[in-house]
């Protein structure tokens, strides 16, 4: 990973399957929850809460914010590709929180 700034966005149908390998290698995957319906289900309601996080055009954090009502809000699927993202993640999250 370079030293490159991220770059913050919602998720675009284009980053399903980078989206879905990160999970895996977070080890969010499970047997019974198939990650494209869950994607699915995430842009039926509030898409623009679907975040990724980009470096050098590479899909290495999500998060996904699951709107709870008009007060509160929680986060749920944080991912990071690696340990040294992880310092990007509370970056990433900053717009679910200034909502708040």
């Given at each position: 990973m370079s030293g490159t700034e991220m770059t913050?966005?919602?998720?675009?149908?284009s980053d399903e399957s980078a989206v879905i390998e990160l999970w895996r290698q977070c080890d969010l995957l499970r047997p019974w929850n198939n990650p494209k319906r869950d994607i699915e289900r995430k842009l039926k309601v509030n898409p623009e809460l679907f975040l990724v996080g980009?470096?050098?055009?590479?899909?290495i954090a999500t998060v996904i914010e699951a709107m709870?009502?008009?007060e509160a809000g929680y986060i749920t699927w944080p991912s990071t590709r690696t340990i040294a993202a992880e310092a990007w993640a509370d970056r990433l999250w900053q717009p679910s929180r200034a909502r708040y």
């Open positions: 913050i966005r919602p998720y675009l149908p980009l470096i050098d055009n590479k899909v709870k009502d008009t």
